[in-house]
């Protein structure tokens, strides 16, 4: 096997070293559009070595004699007349008109014959517009006041003024002409002052207002607020009497809040303690709550708050053990392919069967019974053992894992897996199972190169452990009930900060597990920032319990989480009855 490897290998590098014509390419267009010219066409070579014939054979030419000369154009239809120059009253003019010599091939649009253009004479016979003018100005209106208001006669109105008319209708402007005659320009009306009335009574008018007086206190209190004044006098000028005038309207005094100055401050007091909740639990022991405000006052203006705590809380015991549902275990391993209780022969076709169980534990207290599942499988199974087999190829790189630190080195990796070829152990014999191959196997694939981070490139079923494997139908689907289940390991790395979790004995890979990771923001707080739970370890209440411990750990130190991993909320939210939200706090 491995001397007909080297031969195709050898063969296939033979083949590539050897160089080669590409066909030849299509013919170019004919390089004159009405006269002899020449046409192309070329390859090229491909190989490491140099193709067979000399220069000339990468482009050939032969002569051309294009047929696509200019034939007779033709004018378009003329385009409409423009509007006559004159304008109105039989006056002569002249119009024009053009036309475009269309031709369907590009430079022969010079090849019609005639005038593009031409004009005639043309006479306009509408009547022209007649223009508006204005009539003379009407008399004057009267008055619309009976005395003129002075700086000191307390009049704020408008001087009193009277008005006068005029219209465009000598002559009006034409309507019907076109384009119709211009309208009058100017105003319609005119307005005058009515300079020979009286003067009017001298109303009275504030002085200006004094400065503003001291805040009458140094804060604002509940009761009142401290403010500033000012006076002013009705005196610049005072009403007159003859005529008689109107006194000053408003006040003499105006006061305003001093918002300079701060509020009093004003300190918080307790209100009364309101009644204790219920327990917080149906079953074990939980906790009972009275609250009260600080609100008899509550603190105002930098006032000092209330001295105590807002809430206090007592243990309730329920006396009643709370309910233990039952949870299926892992399944056991797979049992050893066998034909009637008789191992197979290695690297054979024939078909034997393979079993395992699965049980129903920790139900306790009255507790809900396993999910409706079966607690053995069958299926079937052949030995290929240590059998080399083809592979179909390698699979896509997988995602970068996460940095680990290793020799005071930070790593990522990533890997690729060669399928074997398992077509010949795959067809069915007998229901309701597919045999399936099993066994610690190599399949060949091409080799590959690794990525410039460290990489690793893997067998598919090479890289489990034990000596039987099946593939499809042996998995329990619906029935896992999120608590785990025997064989899980949950490990607390201190100096690393993390928390892991792996499967032990029933993982190929005991380097692989899941994580939960956490910083230190200072000294009593901590942030759970992320969990990682491989494909592997699905199904199996992995992130329940990484939740579980890292709030374990918070409560144990006496900590404070912010907790940024949504694994770890959500297990809070579904398990109030454990209180660890009385250590969360906002991140």
Known sequence: MRHLQSGVLLLGFFLLAQAVWTAWSPWSKCSQLCDVGVVLRTRKCHGLSEC??????????KPCNSTACCPA?????????????????GAAGERRRERVCSHPTPGCELTCVGPKDETELCIHMQPCPVHGGWTKWSSWTPCIARCIPGPFSGGSGPFPTKRRYRTCTSPAPSKETSPAGNDCQGPTEETGNCSELPNCPVHGVWTGWSAWGDCSASCHSSRASSVRTRLRSCSNPAPSAHPHAKHCPGASRDEKKCDEIPNCPVDGAWGQ???YSRCSVTCGVGFIRSTRSCDRPAPQHGGKPCDGNASKTQECNTRTHCPVDGVWSAWSVWSSCTEDGRPLTNCNDMEGTQRRRQYCVQKDFGGAPCSLAPVSEVRGCYDITNCQLPGLGWSGWSEWSLCESFNNKITSTREMICEPDLSGYSAPRRPPWAPQPSGVLRSVCPPVLLSTMTGRILSRLGALNGRWFGF???SRSGSGSGHGGPGLRVQHDRERLRFTVSLGSEAGNTQECAVLRYKFTNLKRVDLMSTHVP????????AAL??????????????????SCWYVQKFIQDHPALGYDHHVVQC
């Not at 494909?535 to 992995?542: H, I, L, M, S, Y």
């Not at 939740?547 to 404070?560: I, P, R, Y």
């Open 546 to 563: 990484l939740s579980k411990a890292a709030m374990d750990f918070v409560v144990e130190e006496h900590l404070q989480a912010c907790v």
């Open 535 to 542: 494909e592997a370890f699905r199904g199996r209440g992995v």
């Open 73 to 89: 154009a033709e004018w378009l239809a003329w385009e409409p007349w423009t509007p006559c120059s004159a304008s109105c009253g």
């Open 472 to 474: 499809g139908s042996g």
């Open 52 to 61: 067979p014939g000399v220069l000339q054979d990468t482009v050939q030419m």
């Open 273 to 275: 303690w309101g009644p």
